[in-house]
């Protein structure tokens, strides 16, 4: 029959199991971890040896000759005492740094990493991820949990584990030096460790809440910092001032619910320590007056009772450290095992025809995973030849950007199938699928890096000379000209130094440059002048020359030259023509062009 396992050693496991987690992160560099593990063993034997050397110093060093056995040199000279003593304090010192830097580095490699695989895991994510997790408490992840587990690797898990040898190696030479000392030593040490476990729990639930509450702090803030100029228009700093110091303070008063458990315990570790060290020195000191061991015996008695009591109270820290570090891991893995929405096929197929986009959408459904309810796409059917240019127009919430996104599979559809040259593209690698589309969105991201690198973006391997001929394409050295440093100008962060027409602009470029068959257009010109943008609409018209092209638009007069318009009305297509028979019919899309032209 099995022994039972108790309650709290079942919920003591739990609380350590995320820990384990970190092992294929560790396994890389086993060979380190056992080489501070040797380090770690030197360090504490040459530790344990220091009491016996002061119990021959004080015995045999200063005058006495008594037979002690045991003695590490017997009747050796005083100086032989200190150069030993001194010995063991150069090798004690250089373990301790070897180990610290093996460790240090093992606990930075592994925190690289982590963040490394959490980051490659998060870009894996599709749109749908990011509506219910803000960006701000995983980047809080990223950086404050991974530290938690950097000191745990790189400190506290040597620490604790150093300190478990010394009271290990300290408990057996107590028991050796005096067995009844070591006894009564051993009941008070027992009762030293009953608040350590008991407070345990306390440590890693508060440790969760306060890096939670950072978490929503740095979500907040991470929110209202990129919509500074929206917050400033409005008037709303000292509000947003105070809804961040809120949550700030909710975050504070969180760590200090943590502090002060930790506080009391290590209040509890010390003085019940030095109380313990007080009371067998007492007792000790009167077997001395009464000739029953030696002074010797008494100081190294001692100095292996304080060792023993400094390695609880460490101990104490560390298990407060491993609870933290528990539950950042716990918060890292939810991230780690986070599995994406949209699924690799199991064996992608090659694409076929690479170098040409003929498009078929049969029976496109698809509802938002945050309305189920209502159809995005209903029964949408449409067939593009290669080359072929169309655009979809109609009413915002038409559906026209979901095909952009179920055609980039940022989701995949709910019923029917999207297929490129013939394949399903949930057949398609990811990769193979986007590397055909090149995509001018309506709000373009230019990153924080200078024009140069924000276009080849589009094409990471093109030359200089590839990427200032898109910008030419695209009109960008029309303003890039212009800037302090030309291509090399830094642009700010989302592009704050240009306006919004630069920035749709530098977007056109990159897309040009990517080269790629397929061509998504959504509301493409929508922040130029009027005369910037016939002259982009050359450009475009240029780069849309021999590819298949998708266009979003409302304004309707930049798809007057598109070879086939589609109109769509709450997910449906219900028109589709050239611009002049679509005006013939009287509808939709001839009520639009009425509002538009006919003013």
Not at 173 to 190: P, Q, R, W
Request: proline share 4%; charged share 20%; aromatic share 8%.
């Amino acid at each position: 029959m099995m022994p039972s396992t108790s309650p709290s050693q079942s919920a003591t496991t739990r609380r350590l199991s995320p820990l384990r987690n970190l092992w294929p992160f560790l396994q890389p560099y086993r060979g380190r971890v056992a080489l501070a593990f040797v380090l770690l063993c030197l360090g504490s034997v040459t530790m344990l040896l220091v009491p016996l050397a002061f119990r021959d110093l004080i015995d045999f060093g200063f005058g006495q000759r008594v037979n002690t056995p045991g003695g590490l040199l017997g009747t050796s000279s005083l100086n032989s005492h200190f150069v030993l003593l001194f010995g063991l304090a150069i090798l004690w010192a250089l373990t301790v740094a070897a180990r610290y830097y093996t460790l240090t580095w093992v606990g930075e490699r592994v925190t690289a990493d982590l963040r490394s695989a959490v980051y490659a895991r998060m870009l894996l994510q599709s749109p749908q991820f990011f509506e219910t997790v803000q960006t701000g408490e995983v980047l809080s992840r990223l950086t404050g949990d991974t530290t938690l587990i950097q000191s745990l690797i790189g400190s506290s898990v040597s620490m604790g584990l150093r300190s478990l040898f010394q009271f290990i190696g300290g408990m057996v030479m107590l028991a050796v030096t005096s067995f009844y000392l070591f006894s009564l030593n051993l009941g008070l040490m027992a009762l030293l460790m009953l608040p350590i476990f008991a407070v345990g729990r306390k440590v890693k639930k508060l440790s969760r809440e306060s890096q939670d509450k950072i978490a929503d702090a740095s979500a907040l803030a991470g929110e209202i910092l990129n919509a500074i100029p929206t917050v400033q228009a409005y008037t709303q700093e000292r509000q947003e001032t105070g809804r961040f110091a809120g949550r700030a303070e909710a975050s504070f008063a969180a760590a200090i619910r943590r502090s002060r458990v930790r506080a009391a315990l290590t209040a509890l570790i010390i003085a019940a320590s030095m109380g313990a060290i007080i009371f067998v020195l007492w007792v000790g000191a009167n077997q001395v007056h009464e000739g029953s061991m030696t002074g010797g015996q008494l100081a190294s008695f001692i100095l292996y009772a304080v060792l023993v009591a400094g390695s609880v109270s460490t101990m104490a820290e560390m298990w407060g450290d491993v609870m933290r570090a528990s539950g950042a891991v716990e918060r890292l893995l939810e991230l780690l095992h986070a599995r994406p929405v949209i699924a690799e096929a199991a064996a992608p197929q090659p694409l076929q025809q690479p170098m040409q986009a003929a498009l078929r959408f049969e029976r496109v459904s698809f509802h938002y995973p945050a309305r189920p309810q209502l159809a995005a796409l209903d029964g949408i059917t449409l067939d593009i030849v290669p080359g072929e240019t169309v655009a979809l127009v109609g009413p915002s919430g038409a559906g026209k950007t979901t095909l952009f996104q179920l055609l980039l599979r940022f989701y995949d559809v709910t019923g029917g199938c999207i297929r490129l040259n013939g394949q399903d593209i949930r057949q398609l690698s990811l990769r193979d699928l986007r590397d055909k589309i090149a995509i001018v969105p309506q709000d373009p991201v230019i990153f924080s890096d200078n024009a140069l690198e924000n276009i080849r973006y589009g094409r990471p391997a093109a030359s200089d000379a590839e990427v200032t001929a898109a910008a030419k394409a695209a009109l960008v050295d029309e303003f890039i000209d212009r800037l302090p440093e030309g291509y090399q100008t830094f642009l700010g962060e989302r592009g704050t130094r240009l306006s919004g027409g630069q920035r749709q602009r530098i977007a056109i470029a990159r897309a040009i440059l990517k080269d790629a068959p397929l061509l998504l257009l959504d509301e493409a010109t929508s922040s130029l002048d009027a005369e910037s943008e016939i002259l982009v609409q050359e450009g475009l018209n240029a780069a849309m020359h021999g590819r298949t092209t998708l266009i979003i638009a409302h304004r309707l007069s930049t798809v007057q030259k598109a070879h086939r318009i589609v109109v769509l009305e709450h997910g449906r297509i219900v028109e589709t023509g050239t611009p002049a028979d679509l005006r013939k019919q009287g509808g939709l899309y001839a009520r639009l062009a009425r509002l538009q032209f006919d003013v």
